[in-house]
């Protein structure tokens, strides 16, 4: 039997006549119908009890890594890795999902995305919403993770302008005391001072508009804040429960699972505490995995949500299976 290559199969398909594939055999050919050019709408709709959750893609960035990305490991190991999550060589696969939660009686987004402000191949969201059917106007609040550009820079268009005027702010309160602080800024190193500077073009002109809240609390009827520093020293997760289900929103907790749940140990530059990073890492994805919780991630592969099992090594993201119907 012939083994199925990578080069036997254009050969293969080549060899079939185009009339054998029609069932009107030598009948009128196929019409050529033209290629669409582009993507379709990145909306994906699931519930968890009475609450209708919408993921919306927000693009992906392909990151430049080097030998100091991961602090702990190896740089043969980081390549091998990627290798294996089918990423390209030395480019980390960075994909932005946000998740908008209709609890019934609000509209509570959490996140924000890049704002189109970080690469050239992110900035999906506010489109995404409008093929949601839902006007930015609407959103009753933005409930933010943490202060990495990617989750705050949505809340504002390239011209300053809020995007989401009518929304309540609302922001983890350690994460304001360590990035407002002018002294962290002072010692903090260059790879660090730009997402200072950016988080205070964010909030420097809507700061008395914003609500500051401590991680543990809940911010809307059945979203809850969960502490899970180390990310950033203020980064938190979400618990959103209606009725009998509920689903943990990670954050970055883990940032592509494909890396970083299989290496939980690994200590990315982007962990601000690496050490602290990791024990939550653990701590929160066994919790998930015992409990055979639904989970998604900031930067889970789109729709970026499913479950979380541990294996021998570390966990394995397994995507949840796109259902049709709500
Ligand atoms: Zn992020």
Known sequence: MMSLTRRHVPVAAAVVP?????????????????????????????????????ALYDGVWYRPIDEKFIRNADYRDVRRAMADAFMP???????????LVNTGSKLVLLDTGTGGQIAATAGTLSANLAAA????????????SHFHPDHINGIKDKDNNRV?????????APEWKFWMDEVNMRAAPATLKGVFLNFRRIFADIANDVTR?????????????I??????????????????????????????PAL???????????????????????????????????VTGN???????GHIVKTGGGYEHVPMLWEARL
């Not at 989401?164 to 922001?171: D, G, Q, T």
């Not at 209606?242 to 929103?249: A, K, M």
Request: negative net charge; proline residues 10%; charged residues 15%.
């Open 299 to 305: 930067h889970f592969p789109f729709p970026a949500c």
């Open 89 to 99: 060589a030395e480019k980390l696969s960075t994909p932005f999902t946000t998740l």
């Open 18 to 54: 185009a009339s054998a594939l029609s069932p009107l055999g030598s009948g009128p050919a196929i019409a050529a119908a033209p290629a669409s050019g582009t993507q379709v709408p990145g909306l994906y709709r699931y519930k968890i009890g009475a609450f209708e959750l919408t």
């Open 164 to 172: 989401f005027p009518n929304a309540e702010i609302m922001v983890p």
């Open 213 to 225: 809240y401590d991680p543990g609390v809940e911010v809307a009827s059945g979203v809850t804040t």
């Open 227 to 256: 502490p899970a520093f180390g990310h950033t020293p203020g980064h938190t997760v979400f618990a959103i429960q209606s009725g009998s289900e509920s689903i943990v929103v990670l954050s970055d907790t883990t940032q592509h």
């Open 260 to 294: 970083f749940a299989r290496h939980p140990n690994w200590q990315p530059q982007f962990d601000i505490d690496g050490a602290q990073a990791v024990e939550t890492r653990k701590k929160l994805l066994d919790r998930v995995a015992a409990d055979r919780m639904l």
């Open 133 to 144: 059917g839902v006007d930015p106007k609407a959103i009753d609040a933005i409930v933010i």
